[in-house]
């Protein structure tokens, strides 16, 4: 599951088009084109909707690039570069970018990345071992409580 703010597009249908769309401007390989797509739908923001056309917008990476992919009727009809589609983000009830774009590109990186769950456990874990004696531990001095 995604995180806050982020959705999952991977199991929308992908057309011919989307696919060639996606080797020819991120030259992905041919072969693989179909699974590094699902992957940088896996974890997207919504840019916008049109509301005659009733096509999503969505906002993905792939290898530190921004791609949106235009989702009709839970097929994914085409893929865009960022500076393909930023002029038609008004169609998208979008008048202008984001305002903090960085930190827009920031959070669906951070949510393509996430370390596995039990990896962030070990993190608390040792975190919690950092912080010192604890009441319960019978180690800490009269002058720590």
């Known amino acids: 599951m995604p ?4 959705r999952d597009f991977s199991r929308v249908g992908i057309s011919r088009h989307a696919l060639e769309r996606f080797t020819e401007r991120f030259g992905a390989i041919e072969a693989q084109a179909e699974p590094e797509l ?10 916008g909707t ?4 009733r096509a999503i917008a969505v906002l993905g990476l792939y290898r530190d690039r921004p791609a949106v992919a235009i989702v009709q009727a839970a097929t994914c009809t085409t893929v865009l570069t960022w500076a393909q589609f ?12 984001a305002r903090k774009w960085g930190r827009y590109l920031a959070r669906i990186a951070q949510g393509t ?3 596995p769950v039990s ?27």
């Open 86 to 97: 930023e002029p038609k983000l008004a169609d998208f009830g979008r008048p202008t970018v």
């Open 38 to 47: 699902r992957e940088v739908l896996k974890c997207c923001r919504r840019v």
């Open 50 to 53: 049109n509301p005659r056309s």
């Open 119 to 145: 990896r962030r456990l070990d993190c608390a874990s040792e975190i919690a071992s950092d912080r010192g004696p604890t009441p319960d531990s019978g180690v800490m001095r009269r002058n720590d409580r």
């Open 3 to 6: 995180p806050k703010g982020l």
């Open 113 to 115: 990345h996430e370390p």
